[in-house]
């Protein structure tokens, strides 16, 4: 039967949309994780936002960051040690799926040049200009600028406009993403799905099992996470609708972001022994 292993974004998802609070979801994601059950976080945030998110749950575990550019993996799992890696400070390695954020900033202020359009990316700011656009604190406001092979904007446009934008980044072997609050700008190449499939064939190399992943998420950014898990599920927006999503075998929970995501951990660890 395998193994199960929990891919789960973040915001709306895991933590609360309009709180950041991770405090509904904590106590059971930490219980799965005694039980042996791997979970990794999939989510646009940074690496540093990812790891001060387990800081207070209280867990370490690997995350896909910045929608899969990049991957990282703690210390204490011994998946993907052929693939080069930098060392990060604080512990653990991380794992280069996409260009530089230094690159992909030149490109957004090619485009918005070239568009006539104010994209408000994160770098254009202060701290306490974006803690206010954001609502984190100035030091979450930190961590979330703190990026490695992205860069996260924060203009209102249209959804006909945002096509637009997205498509000036293609040639440049770029994508613009919607996340549940923002768009972020990433390799073309790089996505949840992709880096999914790397984590698991990992997990699957170290340990000679097979590997069930179970992929939880709540909005558009989510499709190529949800796409590729083997079984995918739908947390309600806070509106307490679902996200258009079309993704075979998607299970719809009815219930808001972390509450969504406990009865859809529920669910999906009856699917298999845990």
Not at 58 to 70: D, F, K, M, Q, S
Not at 92 to 100: E, K, T, Y
Not at 173 to 198: E, P, Q, Y
Request: glycine residues 10%; negative net charge.
């Amino acid at each position: 039967m395998g193994s199960n292993i929990i891919f789960t974004d973040l915001d709306g998802t895991l933590i609360d949309f309009e709180t950041y609070s991770p405090e509904v979801a904590a106590p059971l994601a930490r219980d799965i994780a005694e039980r042996g059950v791997p979970i990794v976080f999939c989510s646009s945030k940074s690496l540093e936002e990812q790891l001060a998110l387990m800081d207070t749950i209280g867990l370490t575990v690997p995350c896909i960051i910045e929608n899969g550019a990049g991957i990282y993996i703690p210390d204490s799992v011994d998946i993907l040690d052929t693939l080069p890696a930098k060392q990060v400070k604080s512990g653990g390695r991380l794992i280069a799926l996409g260009d530089s954020a230094e690159f992909i900033r030149r490109q957004i202020e090619s485009v918005s040049k070239a568009l006539d359009i104010d994209l408000k990316p994160y770098h254009g700011f202060s701290d306490s200009e974006l803690s206010k656009i954001t609502g984190l604190d100035e030091g979450g406001t930190r961590r979330a600028r703190n990026r490695d092979f992205s860069e996260t904007l924060t203009a209102s446009l249209d959804a006909e406009t945002w096509s637009n934008v997205n498509a000036a980044f293609q040639p440049m072997g770029l994508h613009c993403l919607s996340g549940g609050r923002f768009h972020t700008v990433t390799s073309i190449d790089c996505n949840k799905g992709r880096a999914l499939k790397i984590v698991v064939d990992g997990f699957e190399s170290s340990t000679g099992d097979r590997w069930h992943s179970i992929g939880i998420g709540d909005s558009a950014n989510d499709f190529d996470m949800l796409d590729s898990a083997d079984y995918p599920y739908l947390v309600q927006t806070p509106r307490g609708d679902w996200n258009e999503m079309g993704v075979d075998n998607l299970k719809r929970i009815s219930a808001i972001g972390p509450e969504g995501w406990a009865l859809a951990v529920q669910d999906a660890l009856g699917l298999a022994t845990v």
